[in-house]
């Protein structure tokens, strides 16, 4: 048995601000939507990643995601983001900086507090 690949849910009480960090600036794309329903929900890709995006106010007042996502280019990401939307680069960590556990890090946060660390190791 193998598993592949954690597909995680992540809240938002507007769902546009996750579409503006993930689609609009780190470019992921929507495979499936139902973005004019009464709950809004969609499913964005990007290489072999999966991402369940949820409009749920209740949920997302309760958590707030911390997600790493691993790249083998971090400074290419990095210009995207400088150049897509460089307000969403977070403000303890908004350049490439090595870490003392070997890797290379940046991150983002968006207005409702979600945070994505971009990682290369």
Excluded at 17 to 43: A, H, M, N, Q, W
């Amino acid at each position: 048995m193998k598993f592949n690949t954690l597909v995680p849910n992540i809240f938002y009480s507007d769902i546009n601000t996750g579409l503006k960090l993930f689609v609009s600036c780190l470019g992921f794309d929507i495979v499936y939507d139902e973005l004019k329903s009464e709950r809004p929900f969609c499913i964005i890709k990007k290489d072999a990643l999966k991402i369940h995006l949820v409009q749920d106010h209740d949920f997302a007042i309760k958590d707030r995601p911390e997600i790493r996502i691993e790249t083998d280019d971090i400074d290419a990401v990095y210009q995207q983001v400088n150049k897509n939307a460089p307000e969403l680069l977070h403000p303890n960590s908004n350049k490439v900086a090595s870490r003392p556990w070997g890797s290379k890090e940046f991150a983002l946060r968006d207005e409702s507090d979600v945070c994505v660390i971009i990682v290369q190791w």
